[in-house]
């Protein structure tokens, strides 16, 4: 079995457990070889509520990669900042099957740090 596939299998289990409603959306984080991606979800309604990504013109860097440990803990930090401006202060962290070091924990600390509760 492959690791993408282990991902995926590890997801589906999260997500049996894990649910965004309106009063608690969920933070999904995803990161591909590239990219991180970070999407604050109420789930009841279907709904992105405050997003950010790596691939966004003002959050990108000059090098080729942007996934590292750095990036994810500016993104963190950002679509915390973005949350609070929609007064969403309390979320569901969703780790989308990744394990919790490294650039997961990262994001996680610096979303802690501006001012999400989880």
Same mark, same amino acid.
Do not use: C, W
């Given at each position: !079995?492959?690791t993408i =596939? ?5 997801h589906?289990?999260?997500r049996?457990r894990v ?18 991606y970070?999407?604050?979800i109420d =789930?009841?309604l ?8 790596t %691939?966004?013109?003002?959050v990108?860097?000059n090098?080729?990669?942007n996934?590292n %440990?750095? !990036?994810a803990a500016k993104?963190?930090?950002?679509v915390?900042?973005r949350s ?7 979320? %569901?962290? =969703? ?5 919790y070091?490294g650039? %997961?924990?990262?994001?996680?600390d610096?979303?802690?740090?501006g001012?999400?509760?989880?």
């Amino acid at each position: !079995m492959e690791t993408i =596939d282990r991902i995926k299998i590890r997801h589906q289990r999260i997500r049996q457990r894990v649910t965004g409603t309106a009063k608690r959306p969920r933070l999904a984080v995803h990161f591909s070889g590239r990219h991180i991606y970070a999407q604050v979800i109420d =789930d009841s309604l279907g709904k992105t509520v405050a997003a950010a990504s790596t %691939v966004e013109s003002s959050v990108k860097g000059n090098r080729r990669t942007n996934a590292n %440990v750095t !990036m994810a803990a500016k993104l963190g930090a950002l679509v915390a900042e973005r949350s609070l401006q929609k007064n969403i202060k309390a979320v %569901v962290f =969703d780790r989308g099957g990744f394990s919790y070091h490294g650039k %997961v924990k990262a994001l996680a600390d610096a979303a802690r740090a501006g001012g999400l509760e989880f």
